[in-house]
Structure formats: C-alpha cells, structure tokens
C-alpha cells in the first residue's frame, strides 16, 4: 500500500495502492473483504467509473477497481505494442497475484470488457466467474462490424481514433463531457489529465477491428466460467446485437440482461438495477 492521495469522495470509497505487472505498475483502490472482485473500466473513464457499486459489493466481498495502463495514475508505456489485449489482461493477473489469490470475479465495461472477456480465454483458472456491462465477446463485435451496417456506422468514432495523430485533436475536458454529475466532471477532467491520450487511443490501435472488416475465422477459446452481461439498449457504440450468439463461445452459463433505458454507461444510468442483478447473480 501507499499513503493515501485520494480525497474527499474518492477516498470514502477505499484504499488506494499498486500492483507490479512486469515494469508497470497498476493503480488501484480496494475496499472490502471476502472473495476478491477485480473491476476495470473503459475508454475515457478511471477506477472511479465503479463509484456507485464499489459500497454495495464491498458489503459482502473485497473489491478492486483499477485503472487500466495509460490511465489516471498506472504506468503510461509509450508504443501501440504496449497496449495489447494480451498486456491488457497480464495487468488484471498481476493483481489478483498481487492479493495473493488464486482466482477472482471479473468485472469489465467497454474495453474493460474486452479486456475481461480476454482474461477470461487466457487465464480460465483465474477467472472464477465473469461480468461484462455493454461490451459484447471479440468474435460478436468482429461480426458485427463485418455484417450488421448500422454498427459499422456507429463505429466511426473508432476508425477516427485509429488514425496517425487522433490524440492531438482531443483534450481531456472534451473525454469528460459524457459525465453528467458536475462534481465528478471536476474528478474525471483532473484524472484524465494524468492520463495518456496516446496510451487511451492506443487500445483502439492495437485492438478494435480495422477495415475491411470480416467474419472471424480463427477459433478463439472457449470461456469456462459462468458469465453475466448487463446491457444498456440505448447504447450507440456497442449495439446490442453483438451479444446474439455469445452462447456458442462459453462452455458455460450465460445470463444476459437487457435494460431498456439505459446507455453506454450503464452504471451510471441505472446504477441500482446494475447493482442489484450483480448482487443476486453473484449470491449464491
């Protein structure tokens, strides 16, 4: 552990500290104790994306929400190699290693997701049970962009950032205007100052599907563990229809949830609802 840098509603939420992955190192804030739950966050976002569901599972488990690499207060490595999915879940094994546990809940959103649904084929031993908000399985959204053109449109955002020089063009006040609560807005602009826009747009370099956009043909392994999907319908960056089939990838149950009224950031628009299917998901 460190001393404590966080302040005011930060640090009610828990303690904050760093996990070594390799020569980088992971931020993290922890509270709780009981089976460990590793919570990572998306694009343009922090450890404190999980604000409203960090209280509720600390109650009954040890909850750990990081910030990825290139965020916030982790290590900011420089080169789109560094920003791999493969990195990305080495990051999240070296903290479930670092709370000397052998396997963990792994909670994702957005490349979040991507980066659970990554840890779950790498390290099916560590991944005692998996939760995914919005972000559908690599082969569903490679799909999608191949055969679905609504989310090839939608998509564009994506392709932008890909492109040479993408990270000049963005300012942090602009990543942060998505965060309706004024006071967090103030958190998140600060956090997303500290953060690399290079290293945030490098998970889009090195990951998201580039054109011409084909129907995946490598098999990918199969998912071992039970996995829960939460998703918001209002969501125009991750359709919904992406998750269609994702029964085929999981050698396991799927529960998927579809909340009608909610969007991208599904935690924040229906924080109690995202809470309370966790919760009863998870009981045993």
């Known amino acids: 552990m460190v001393n404590s840098s966080l302040n005011g509603a930060e640090e009610s939420l ?11 190192k992971i931020h993290y804030v922890t509270a709780g104790e009981g089976p460990l739950v590793v919570m990572i966050h998306g694009f343009p976002d922090y450890w404190y994306t999980w604000r409203n569901q960090m209280p509720e599972l600390a109650k009954h488990y040890q909850v750990v929400a990081i910030d990825q690499r290139g965020y916030n207060k982790s290590s900011q490595p420089e080169g789109v190699e560094n920003y791999t999915a493969d990195k990305l879940a080495a990051d999240v094994a070296a903290v479930v290693k670092h709370f000397k546990r052998d396997q963990a809940i792994i909670v994702g959103h957005d490349w ?15 991944t005692e049970r998996l939760i995914i908000l919005n972000t559908p399985h690599p082969n569903g959204i490679a799909r999608e962009l191949a055969t679905n053109p609504a989310q090839e449109a939608n998509s564009q955002y994506a392709r932008n950032f890909q492109q040479p020089g993408a990270a000049k063009l963005i300012a942090p006040e602009m990543l942060a205007l998505w965060v309706k609560d004024a006071e967090a807005r103030k958190k998140y602009i ?11 747009l490098n998970y889009y370099k090195a990951n998201y599907p580039k054109p011409p956009y084909r129907v995946p043909e490598q ?5 071992k563990c039970p996995v829960l999907i939460i998703h918001g319908l209002k ?14 990838w999981v050698d396991n149950e799927v529960t998927l949830v579809m909340l009608p009224d909610a ?4 935690q924040h628009d229906e924080p109690e609802k995202v809470n309370h299917e966790i919760l ?3 009981a045993p």
């Open 14 to 24: 828990g303690t904050e500290g760093y996990a070594e992955s390799g020569d980088v």
């Open 112 to 126: 979040g997701g991507l980066v659970a649904w990554t840890f779950a084929m790498q390290y099916p031993q560590m």
């Open 190 to 200: 600060a956090a997303l100052r500290r953060s690399s826009v290079e290293g945030m």
């Open 219 to 223: 098999e990918l392994p199969k998912v």
């Open 235 to 248: 969501d125009q960056y991750l359709l919904a229809a992406g998750h269609n089939n994702t029964w085929e």
């Open 263 to 266: 969007d991208h950031f599904v």
């Open 280 to 282: 009863r998901w998870l």
